[in-house]
């Protein structure tokens, strides 16, 4: 390894660590950096508020932004390459659609956060299960699944438009609104232990299979003459990244942006191949995440809904990414 | 030509004391003029909130199809409800106004909201009926359109808009010189929210201004628009003395009191987390009843300071203006924090 990759690769990892502390120093009430600190190591002196504040309410935050941040770029990064266009990401597949539909049903009915969630799960479950019985039918080509994901998507969002428009516009319309347009603000503990697993494992597995996702990249019958499986490769990575999408979407709400434009910077920093792209959207996600929920819970009193933020620092990011690319090609000056 | 003013003349005679009589002309609250026959006798309202002016000043057998806030299927409505609307089944309506509907019921008059009915009112003017449309988002606004659906509805409802606005002014003014002696640092912080924990009210919106009639402080004035989400964190800032939660909605006190995250606020570790109770209405959002709302507030606020008899106004109220005898049981619901 030289010294330039060292160099990136500790980087990466140090990135999303002082991002991850940098957070946990700011809110909404202020707290001195030495009291967060005393309250992280356990030392005796800060108030029940101030241990209260940072241990359960920033904490486990800024730990679901890093999760979710992380999940949605290596998802992006690795859909970006298995259905070979840069222009996807987690969404491709209407896991978030069928996701947004299991929550606002679910607010329909209750207002409990678990069953909320369990209920957003539930649905992208279903929606995935929807295209993957289209890819059984048809074959599980990349042009099966998309369209399969495009038609199970305006499916859901249908149903969607139906419940909110039979919800009570004073309680249930809003809270669905305000789920739609992503936020960690709700985050408690006992949200965390299906997330960090399903993101611990999926990151995991991506990581293993980061090089294998190079082969997928080419034209199928290639990949079949290096001796890949295609087919049931593409399924086994589809159905992980569904479930890491699933995971993300069901606490967070739908979040745009971050799983397509996050890897195309990691991509424009560590290049195209998966073994570095991986790991650096992964730590680029988290960060983008972290940073954005800090800036949604601390500006206002009232909470700035996270998809808003990801579209505002998303368009402009993504444009500068599509003008660099015009100009490698010589299109634009 | 000396002919041709004669029958003027003549046709101002027969048709100008008439005209005075059976056409009227106001000014709506998004600025509109309606000119519209008298009396009325077929009422439509897509407005859960005009419904119920309508309602309080006596007009209720008039109306054809109404909206009722909060109220979308027969199921949703209170046992009281049903009581007090015998004929709800048949007039309860919910989602966006259907047109030919409205045209078919031989409406004479459709109530409808400024804020979202602009375009309906539009079409139902072409087809030549009236449509009064409503923006009452502040206590003064509440009561110009309780006077001007008196207007709408002939004189004995004149005379009952004047005397309910005279009964908010009597409360407020009670509510405000019980209180006169109590200085701002002594005054309720209070946290209103609803629909979900972490969803607050803005400064913009009319419960504060029924917290601040109830001399309390809306600790979310500084927030605008509608339902705003807030974090803990701010809410610990805010630190509340009190909390109340809307009546709709499914939050419930004991999911802030029995809830860990919130044992640090004021509110939860004093116990004064409250529901706003219902019978009819939503008391907080800007119907008549409202103005027990000020009353419930303001009793829950400071119980000891505030010589109102609840149970006496709200009877008073129902009795007034709803025509409608409460049991025990629900004089009890309403008045109890």
Known sequence: ?333 | MNRIWITLVLACCLTLPGSAQSEITVTDQAGYTVTLKQPIEIITSVHGIATYYIYTLGGGDRLDTAYYIGVKTLSSASDSMLRWEPRLPELLAYGDPNIEEIVASGSELVLADGAQHEAIAEQLRELGIPVVLYRAETPSEMKEAIALTGTLLGPSAEDRAASFIADYERLVNTVSSDLSTLDEQARARVLFIGTSLTKAISGEMYQSSLIAAAGGICVTDVLFGSWNEVNLEQILLWNPQIIIIPPYGMIQPADILENPDWQVLDAVQSGRVYRMPRLIAPMDTPVPESLLGIAWMAKTFYPERVSLDLAQEIERFYTAYYGFELTDEEIGILSSP
Not at chain 1, 258 to 269: D, E, Q
Request: some cysteine; hydrophobic content about 55%.
């Open chain 1, 1 to 333: 390894m030289n010294q330039s990759r060292r160099y990136v690769n500790w980087l990466l990892l140090f990135i999303p660590v002082a991002t991850f502390l940098f957070a946990l120093f700011l809110g909404r009430y202020g707290i001195r950096v030495f009291d967060t600190v005393r309250v992280l190591l356990g030392l005796d002196g800060p108030t029940d508020v101030f241990r209260a504040l940072i241990l359960r309410v920033r904490l486990p935050r800024v730990l679901a932004a890093a999760c979710v941040g992380a999940n949605l770029a290596v998802v992006g990064a690795s859909f970006q390459g298995l259905f070979r266009n840069p222009l996807v990401d987690s969404r491709i597949l209407g896991v978030s659609s069928g996701a947004a539909f299991g929550a606002a049903l679910a607010l329909l009915l209750t207002s409990q956060g678990m069953l909320i969630q369990a209920s957003a799960f539930a649905f992208a479950m279903v929606a995935i299960g929807l295209v993957m019985l289209v890819g059984m039918r048809f074959g599980s080509s990349t042009l099966v699944l998309v369209i399969g994901g495009i038609l199970v998507g305006a499916l859901f969002n249908s149903l969607l438009g139906l419940i909110k428009y039979v919800a009570d516009p004073l309680s249930t319309l809003p809270a669905i609104t305000y789920w739609l347009l992503g936020s960690l603000n709700a985050t408690q503990w006992s949200d965390l232990p299906p997330l960090l697993s399903i993101t611990g494992l999926g990151l995991s597995f991506f990581m293993l299979l980061r090089w294998r996702l190079n082969l997928l990249t080419v034209s199928d019958t290639e990949a079949m003459a290096m001796g890949i499986r295609v087919r049931l490769l593409r399924t086994i990575l589809v159905s992980v990244g569904t479930l890491m999408v699933a995971a993300s979407v069901a606490l967070a709400g739908t979040i745009g942006w971050i799983g397509l434009v996050v890897p195309h910077v990691a991509r424009a920093w560590v290049g195209p191949d998966h073994g570095r792209l991986i790991p650096a959207s992964a730590a680029l996600g988290a960060t983008t995440l972290i940073l954005l929920d800090t800036v949604a819970r601390t500006v206002l009193p009232s909470e700035i809904p996270l998809g808003v933020l990801t579209g505002l620092i998303g368009v402009p990011a993504f444009f500068l990414l599509f003008l660099r690319f015009l100009r490698a090609r010589g299109e634009a000056r």
